[in-house]
């Protein structure tokens, strides 16, 4: 649509509690609890313990309304319609007294005839929310029974009955805070006579000579009238053309094919570049220019492999007919409030995904579609998207209101993300499946068999008939997974299509469980750390620092959270010296944890090929089991996913007597290779060293070498060793590297280094140079106050090695840097640990 067209009506509004008079500042996109905060009426829930004391807000009505004066260029449009594309859920929208329409479902965008309610002067649009737990009670009453949300924070279990973020009501990661407002833009649009319902692309057929595809468009006009549609791309201006349309009044179908000779492919990240082609669509008549719409476009073809072999039952992805494995994270949404979600910070957190290496996220189940910029940003950086409908870990009504209001949303999502080439797969559901048959549901929630049937029957409807149905029609050729996983840990059939392992963790199971319980697939696993005392202090003070507090209870939403953590440390670490070591030591426990799992999917390819672990990103400052905190710190364990998602990997495995030393290759080439290995000691002399000459094949994982551990410890101690192994290329550069220690952390005798550390301050950025006379386990290197991240932390500083790190700081100069960095502060592993643990 032309600027010229649209009417924001986002930015200050006004609210009120429903049964209060007094109307209060506001502001849009936003919520009921952003517009108390900042009016003072309530304290921020994400800070101490204030999340207990605004619960109130949930159970109360609130009215919006805004008072606007019609842009003149809408004054002559034909038609006016009112957008709003995220009502937040309950609600009746009113234009100057008359009722424009209601909305009962968050995921859906509404579009609401308006031009004969408007006039001159000024205007007042009303928008009145009803309290998502008072308007679903009653079908929860005339349900006759408890759902199984068991995530879900109250006693009802109502969110069920919502379609709203479910993690809104409660999560084991996240804040009950159940909003109401206006969470996404809201604006009048104006036709002149027609405008572009719907771009629908679809492609027939891609190889590296030709691209067939084709634009499916719905035009609705005002009337009958004779027009052109112009078509052009930047990128291939000769797809350009101009096509006469005889379009009649309502709906219309135009189909524009195209064939594209020597085309560019869509590559995920690490595989090639992201190319998409940027079209544009004119709609036009007698030489005016009635809308005009754009459509970014990635050529790649996709192939969710789910079928029998040899091994069992695949899972993985082909993309442009390339067997690709599958690394990332699940995503959770980036605040609970979570129109504070801005086009900017959505950028600095594909930035780190992409400095990850990741090629892949699952948008899951229990949070929102994302907005429309996180698919954009997804296609841009080459991230392919797992995309979950908006269930999870509960049974649903099966009722025909509320089937309908899904299909709603389904369609509603579906046609607005299904052009995106970052989209790679629906799936129907989070573990529900798993729930229904691992967690002991009747029993705990009094079903009798009868009613757990029809509640599964239920189940099926929704999952089995309606959203594939939905996809099926609107989206056809795209892979849909009715839940996910397919196999269940609790049942030891890792061959069988993908999974959630959660032994580790919620099992209590040792961390060595992640090399034995390898899948086709892993897409959840996890382990909880804590924020580093730099974010800690922005939601607590010194005295809640203890993990009893109450402060440090509210926000860790795990049950039994503070202890797993505090266990599994005994087992391989020193006791902390302080609380703030304990955060310290939490991520490196984390990220040593994780390790595991990451090599042992990643060398087991192609019978797994996928890892996505949970999870990428906090919804609010707590413990979690995320790798970036909420104040976008990256934890210990985005830095090693970093590093076990590169390209290029190397592994060593300890079998019995074994070390095998695995190479993983992504890249499609071959890449000739020495194979570098040295035993130092932690003062940095060699005992053992060898070179050789290898091949790691294109996309692929083997085993380069196996050395015999007795003989390559032999007159060593284990507890002062380490094995260096890397791969340079045939320049000599170092593809890749890592370490291989012979003892737990709490065995190794680690020595106090004399660290040699220099800075350097240019424009925008910081390099510091580290050098050590010894070993250096986990360096973590901070700068208070300062929120970025370096491009490299918590690493292992071998002695004599000179390594550097830079930190980004834009917008600042040399000077202002130099002042900064004058602040640099440094821990390690031994400096975490309590002096007489050490002594003992």
């Avoid at 029974?145 to 995530?151: I, S």
């Avoid at 705990?444 to 239920?458: A, N, Q, T």
């Avoid at 917008?811 to 602040?823: C, K, N, R, T």
């Amino acid at each position: 649509m032309q600027k010229d067209y649209l009417q924001s009506l986002c930015g200050h509004w006004q609210f009120r509690q429903a049964d209060q008079s007094q109307w209060l500042d506001a502001q849009v996109p936003g919520c009921n609890f952003t517009d108390l905060m900042d009016n003072g009426l309530i304290p921020d829930p994400f800070v101490g313990d204030n999340e207990t004391k605004v619960q109130w807000v949930e159970q109360k009505d609130w009215c919006y309304r805004k008072a606007f004066v019609l842009d003149n260029a809408l004054q002559d449009c034909a038609k006016v319609e009112l957008v709003a594309q995220g009502l937040d859920t309950f609600c009746d929208i009113y234009l100057n007294g008359h009722k424009l329409g209601s909305s009962d479902n968050m995921f859906v965008g509404h579009r609401f005839d308006c031009k004969a309610w408007l006039k001159q002067g000024e205007n007042q649009l009303e928008i009145h929310f009803r309290s998502p737990i008072n308007e679903v009670r009653p079908l929860q009453q005339a349900a006759g029974l408890t759902y199984p949300a068991e995530n879900d924070k109250s006693e009802d279990k109502l969110s069920v009955f919502c379609r709203k973020a479910p993690c809104h009501f409660g999560w084991d990661w996240g804040p009950r805070l159940v909003t109401s407002g206006i969470w996404r833009d809201i604006y009048l649009q104006g036709s002149q006579g027609a405008r572009f319902e719907d771009i629908h692309y679809r492609l027939h057929h891609l190889d590296d000579t030709k691209a067939d595809f084709e634009f499916a468009l719905d035009i609705q006009a005002l009337d009958d009238f004779k027009g052109m549609l112009q078509l052009d791309c930047t990128q291939a201006p000769e797809l350009a053309q101009s096509l006469p349309v005889d379009l009649k009044k309502d709906s219309n179908k135009v189909r524009i094919p195209l064939r594209l000779n020597n085309p560019q492919k869509w590559w995920p990240n690490g595989l090639g570049k992201a190319f998409l082609y940027d079209f544009q669509f004119s709609l036009k008549r007698q030489g005016q220019t009635l809308d005009r719409q754009t459509q970014a476009v990635g050529l790649r073809t996709l192939e969710v492999i789910n079928e029998p072999d040899a091994q069992g039952l695949s899972f993985y992805l082909k993309v442009n007919g390339v067997p690709v494995f599958m690394k990332g994270a699940n995503y959770v949404p980036g605040d609970s409030l979570i129109h504070r979600m801005t086009p900017a910070r959505l950028a600095t957190q594909f930035e780190a995904v992409v400095a990850a290496n990741m090629n892949m996220l699952r948008v899951w189940g229990g949070g929102v579609y994302q907005d429309d910029a996180f698919y954009r940003l997804a296609d841009k950086h080459g991230i392919l998207i797992w995309q979950d409908f908006m269930f999870a870990c509960t049974l649903y009504p099966g009722d025909e209101n509320f089937l309908a209001n899904v299909r709603q949303e389904a369609e509603y999502n579906i046609k607005r993300l299904r052009n995106h080439a970052c989209l790679a797969l629906w799936c129907g559901n989070n573990e529900v499946e798993m729930g229904i048959k691992h967690w002991q549901w009747p029993q705990k929630f009094g079903y009798s068999p009868e009613l757990y049937e029809r509640l599964k029957d239920d189940y099926l409807c929704l999952f089995d008939q309606c959203l594939p149905g939905a996809v099926k029609s609107l989206d056809g050729g795209r892979f849909y997974l009715r839940s996910s996983p397919i196999g269940f840990w609790e049942e030891d059939s890792d061959h069988i299509g993908n999974h959630h392992f959660w032994g580790v963790w919620h099992g209590e199971q040792p961390f060595s469980e992640y090399q034995r319980r390898v899948p086709r697939f892993m897409s959840e696993f996890g382990f909880q750390s804590f924020p580093m005392p730099s974010s800690m202090a922005r939601f607590s003070g010194r005295e809640d620092h203890r993990l009893d507090s109450p402060v440090m209870t509210q926000h860790q939403k795990h049950p039994r959270g503070n202890g797993l953590i505090q266990r599994y440390l005994e087992a391989d670490y020193h006791p902390p010296k302080d609380f703030d070591a304990l955060l310290y030591l939490s991520q490196v426990q984390q990220a040593e944890g994780l390790r595991l799992a990451f090599e042992a999917h990643r060398t087991a390819m192609p019978f797994c090929m996928g890892s996505l672990y949970w999870q990428l990103n906090d919804t609010w400052p707590a413990a979690s089991w995320s790798g970036i905190d909420y104040y976008g710190r990256w934890k210990a364990l985005h830095y090693q996913a970093a590093r076990s998602f590169a390209p290029q990997l190397l592994s060593v495995r300890e079998e019995q007597e074994a070390l095998l030393v695995w190479a993983v290759n992504d890249c499609l080439e071959a890449i000739p290779a020495e194979l570098s290995m040295c035993l130092l000691d932690f003062a940095g002399d060699c005992h053992w060293s060898s070179r050789q000459d290898v091949t790691l094949a294109g996309n692929n994982s083997a085993v380069l070498t196996t050395l015999n551990r007795a003989e390559l410890l032999s007159g060593g101690d284990a507890r002062q060793l380490v094995l260096v192994v890397s791969l340079q290329d045939s320049q000599g550069r170092e593809l890749c590297r890592n370490l291989h220690y012979f003892v737990p952390p709490k065995a190794q005798q680690l020595q106090r280094p004399k660290l040699d550390i220099g800075v350097q301050a240019l424009d925008q950025e910081l390099t510091v140079t580290l050098c050590s006379d010894t070993l250096v386990r986990h360096l973590y290197l901070e700068i208070p106050g300062v929120d970025a991240n370096f491009n490299d932390n918590f690493f292992d500083l071998l002695p004599g090695e000179q390594k550097q790190v830079q930190l980004r700081l834009p917008g600042l100069d040399a000077g202002h840097i130099q002042a900064l960095a004058a602040s640099l502060q440094y821990q390690s592993l031994l400096d975490s640990f309590a002096q007489e643990a050490l002594c003992s």
